[in-house]
């Protein structure tokens, strides 16, 4: 079955403390990004990836890195979570022949708390 | 004032009514995506549009290049189309960036 993967799907952790939330995808897709949604303000675009190796930052890159080592997977890393970092995440991706239709294909998110 | 505003931000109407959510955009775009964000948190794509309309069973989208604003239409519409629906542009020489609307959230009542 054609599917973004991310992991965890729920995480509570605490200030400072580096984690990483994993996306992948088994549809040999190019594209990737992160998105991150918060009440009031809507989806905003944290990083995106055009292909292995390619990456660029979106809106809100501050405080997040990403890598593209693989073309299957593109995790998103905290390396010293704030509060403010609280959220719900999404990962999308989108193959060379959805460019037309621009079908980006969504995780079902990930639920982020910083204490 | 956002780059991206949608109209109305709650709509409430009875199965069977006409639905129409708007999306005003105050930059130059390449497209223009609909997405459909379901109870449960899940998004779905519908469509993406660059000029023109396009329709997909009971959904038509349009969009107007030259006023900068798009509509979602949903015909005969059903209680299985309630959700928030999100709309985004991909702005000229932005690359791959989205920029997102606050999304207007539909309730549809049997």
């Known amino acids: 079955e054609a599917q973004v993967t991310q992991n965890p799907r729920y995480l509570i952790t605490v200030t400072g403390k580096k984690l990483t939330v994993t996306c992948s995808q088994n549809m040999n897709h190019e594209y990737m990004s992160w998105y991150r949604q918060d009440p009031g303000l809507g989806l905003r675009q944290i990083y995106y990836s055009m292909n292995v190796e390619v990456t660029d930052k979106g809106d809100v890159p501050e405080g997040y890195k990403v890598s593209r080592k693989e073309k299957r997977n593109f995790p998103l890393i905290l390396e010293s979570p704030s509060p403010n970092q609280t959220s719900l995440y999404f990962c999308?991706?989108?193959?060379?022949?959805?460019?037309?239709?621009?079908?980006?294909?969504f995780g079902e998110g990930s639920r982020l708390t910083v204490l | 004032k956002n780059e991206v505003e949608q109209s109305p931000q709650n709509l409430t109407a009875q199965e069977g009514e006409f639905i129409t959510i708007n999306c005003s955009y105050s930059v130059g775009i390449s497209a223009l995506h609909w997405l459909q964000q379901h109870p449960g948190g899940g998004i779905v794509s519908l469509f993406m549009?660059?000029?023109g309309k396009k329709k997909h069973g009971r959904l038509i989208a349009t969009i107007n290049i030259q006023e900068k604003h798009s509509s979602l239409h949903i015909t005969a519409s059903h209680p299985r189309d309630s959700a928030v629906y999100i709309c985004a542009v991909r702005r000229v020489f932005g690359n791959e960036k989205l920029t997102f609307g606050t999304g207007t959230r539909l309730t549809i009542i049997p």
């Open positions: 999308a991706s989108r193959g060379r022949k959805n460019r037309l239709t621009g079908e980006l294909f």
């Open positions: 549009l660059s000029s």
